[in-house]
Every structure is written in C-alpha cells, then in structure tokens.
C-alpha cells in the first residue's frame, strides 16, 4: 500500500481546500485523545455529536478561518482513543505560535472528553493518514460477576465468564500475524462495499498479542493489535473470535479456517465498541518534528 493505509470507509467526501495550496507552509500534527461513549464516532455527522465536529470548531475559532482536517484512523461511535493523530495545514504565520499557548488554546476550546495530548509539525506534504506505517489498538476485558469500577468506560464486562484463557488466546491469535485476506473479520457491507470499488481487503498486521494485566487494581485481559491498516471493525472480530477461543468453545484450527473462508459468517461475533482504544499511530522517523 502507497504511504501507508487506509481503514475501510476512510474516503472523505470531495471539497475545496480550505487553505490554498500556495499559502500552505506546513502541517499541524495534533495528538488526541477522547473517551467514545459520548461521540457518534470520529467523522463529521450531520446533527451528531463527533471528534471531528468539536476539533474542528476548536481550529475554527483559534485559527479564525475554515480548516481541513485528516486522521489516521476513524474510530466508531463508543471507540476511545489515547492516541488518534489529526493533520491539520496551516500557514507560515500560524507555524509561528509558540507550542504552549496553541496547546493551552486548544485545550480551552475543546470538550472535556476530549484531549489534546500533544502537538507536532510535519512538511507541507504530511498526511496523518497516508504517511502511518502502523497503527496500533487495545481492546480490555473484564470478566467474573464483579462489575468493573474504573474500567468501566473502556472494557468489555463478560459477566457470566469466570476467566478467560489468555494463553490460548494468544497462541491461537498468530495465525493472524503477517498479510492476509481479513475479508472474515470485517463488516459484511464494508467488504461488499469495497470489493465492488475494486479494493483489496487484505491487510498485514504485525502482531497480535494476548496478556493479563492489572489496571488501577483491576485484574483484565488486554488484546494488542498492530497492524498497517484495518478494515471496518476488524479489531473487534478478531476480539470476539478470540474470545470464543478463550471460553474453551473454539480452537487454533477454528481461527484459522476463518480466516481463510473469506466470509463474515466465519468468524466470531463484533466484540462491542466500548472496549477498543487506539493507542498509537507510527510515523517515518522524519516525518514530525517538536512543534516549539
């Protein structure tokens, strides 16, 4: 894939640059964070409330001017993230405004589930979304009757599973790893959708990776995933499969005619939404710089 690549449903309607090209001297990285339960998902919607909707009228009203924007990676409505990255042109005088108070700006413009956790400048050229070369998602599940108190927000509460077997999980989770057609985990409509435009639902994920963790006193089981690009709900169902792996209902072998069945049917259930962050995009090392 061309400058890394793109999550299914990621092709943006087509409009008129806000800044013309020739008055572009370069590009604000913006490193975000947001707790999903109270957004209808990342992209702009008419009359929902999104990330994209409340960053954007924050650039607005600092910048005084109409803004484009572009992600890494849209995220559902209920996904969080600790670290979606927004590139944002903007010109010679706006690279100008010291990082502290465009920070401090920014921060007073924007909600409070939403935060700017940092801001870097790239080149004229610099895509959030094209320039990643991997992204990177944690899911979290809690299991046992106990509800989960400061996980709450961010994890998947299997009540009536006492434990899951992680080990199994993982073991069973890298017949994943390396490039594949993930056609199996993604959304049946997002796949039709992009096999009738001609586009590939192979992806390569670099690893995939199972574990108990203990978060704020809390005992949970964390699903990593690394990959370069991700279809529509792709993290989700590897989850939810994994998850059947991890009851005892499933095997390895299981997971892996999934995956080679090419068919939605195939695989598990859509883990729900509530339990995935996005937790780190990568970048060409000279891709960004500290924004001073």
């Not at 995220?75 to 969080?80: I, L, N």
């Not at 320039?131 to 998947?156: E, F, K, M, N």
């Not at 056609?183 to 992009?194: E, Y």
Request: proline residues 4%; hydrophobic residues 40%; contains cysteine.
């Amino acid at each position: 894939m061309a400058r890394g690549g793109i999550c299914a449903g990621d092709i943006e309607p087509t409009r008129e640059p806000a800044l013309p090209s020739d008055q572009v001297a370069g590009t604000l990285a913006i490193t975000l964070g947001y707790r999903g339960e109270g957004f209808s998902g990342y992209a702009e919607q008419p009359g929902q409330r999104t990330v994209a909707g409340e960053l954007r009228r924050a650039l607005q009203t600092l910048l005084r001017r109409d803004v484009d924007m572009e992600c890494a990676g849209r995220t559902d409505a209920g996904v969080s993230a600790l670290g979606q990255v927004v590139s944002v042109p903007v010109t010679a005088q706006e690279l100008l405004r010291p990082a502290r108070r465009l920070t401090a700006s920014l921060v007073a413009l924007t909600p409070d589930d939403l935060s700017i956790r940092g801001i870097r400048r790239g080149g004229q050229n610099f895509s959030a979304r094209f320039d990643a070369t991997q992204r990177s998602y944690r899911y979290r599940i809690c299991c046992g009757p106990a509800r989960p108190v400061l996980a709450w927000g961010h994890a998947w509460w299997l009540r009536s599973v006492p434990a899951l077997d992680a080990d199994a999980m993982h073991a069973a989770a890298q017949v994943l790893v390396g490039e594949h057609d993930f056609r199996s985990f993604c959304k049946a409509t997002s796949a039709h959708l992009l096999e009738a435009d001609g586009r590939s639902t192979c992806r390569c994920l670099s690893s995939v990776r199972v574990s108990r963790v203990r978060e704020a006193g809390e005992e949970l089981v964390a699903v990593d995933v690394t990959g370069n690009a991700f279809l529509h709900n792709m993290v989700r169902i590897i989850v939810g499969s994994l998850v059947e792996v991890g009851r005892g209902h499933r095997d390895t072998a299981w997971l892996e005619g999934a995956l080679a069945a090419r068919d939605r049917s195939a695989a598990g259930p859509t883990a729900p939404a509530r339990g995935l962050v996005f937790e780190r995009v990568d970048y060409p090392a000279d891709a960004l710089e500290a924004w001073r």
